[in-house]
């Protein structure tokens, strides 16, 4: 199986491809998405969960997702259908880095995704360039919440600590205007929620060729997370507003 069948079958219990719990995602959206209508976009949208939850959230709201993923971008058509909100939401496949838009947008989303543009500004920089007068953008990032082992900065690569990823939103124009670090419990929670469903996926379907790399890549990623970086991790969700 490929990477992204992997993530499809860990996901399927925990849409939202963060440690975040579903109150969390709501009071983000709640201080993020503009509340008479207005325009969203999500750069990087995957499955569009984000978008799909904002514009049930509000029912005068329009909103675009972007990805590169063939398999992500129809799955969010089938579930925009399913929700009743598949005429206020356009999809895009292609990349995110590459979308151009001709009207702006009153709230820019980029959770988890800031690697489609090559780090934490340069995703900024990408929504900036998106955001409309008196926006706002709803970015998630993780962070070092210890002191990281090498097998964690092999993982996911060189990040800061809290103050100073914040302390770089803020020297590069942002003002947080409402903000979450994900819980012990909410990151906990989507481990074991992706590793449960590797594992119950792959004992449900014994004759399925690929089921024995399926658990073998639950049993992996567990030992990443509990022997690698369970202690270090961090996840940072702001809401933010450029600054004059």
């Known amino acids: 199986m490929n990477h992204e069948q992997i993530s499809g079958i860990a996901h399927a219990d925990h849409p939202i491809k963060a440690p975040l719990a579903d109150d969390s995602v709501r009071r983000l959206l709640e201080h993020g998405a503009p509340r008479d209508g207005g325009r969203a976009l999500d750069l990087g949208c995957g499955t569009a969960e984000w978008l799909l939850r904002a514009l049930s959230l509000h029912p005068r709201l329009y909103a675009e997702g972007v990805d590169t993923s063939e398999v992500s971008v129809e799955h969010a058509r089938r579930s925009a259908g399913l929700h009743g909100v598949a005429e206020r939401l356009v ?4 990349a995110a880095a ?47 919440d210890g002191e990281p082992s090498p ?13 100073t990823t914040v302390d770089l939103i803020v020297a590069d124009g942002w003002a947080p205007v409402h903000a979450h670090v994900s819980t012990r419990g909410e990151l906990d929670a989507y481990e074991w929620s992706c590793l449960g469903s590797l594992a119950s996926w792959a004992l449900d379907h014994p004759d399925d060729p690929n089921a024995a790399e399926v658990l073998a ?4 990623r567990r030992a990443e997370w509990l022997k690698g970086y369970r202690d270090s991790f961090g996840f940072l969700s702001l809401v933010l507003r450029p600054t004059p």
């Open 151 to 163: 097998e964690a900065v092999e993982i996911f690569g060189e990040l800061h600590d809290l103050a």
């Open 98 to 144: 590459d979308f151009v838009s001709e009207q702006p947008f009153d709230l820019v989303l980029s959770v988890g995704a800031t690697h489609a543009f090559g780090g934490l500004l340069p995703t900024l920089a990408a929504a900036r360039k998106h955001l409309a007068p008196g926006g706002r953008v709803l970015l998630g990032e993780s962070f070092w």
């Open 217 to 220: 890549t639950a049993h992996a």
């Open 91 to 94: 999809l895009h496949q292609q």
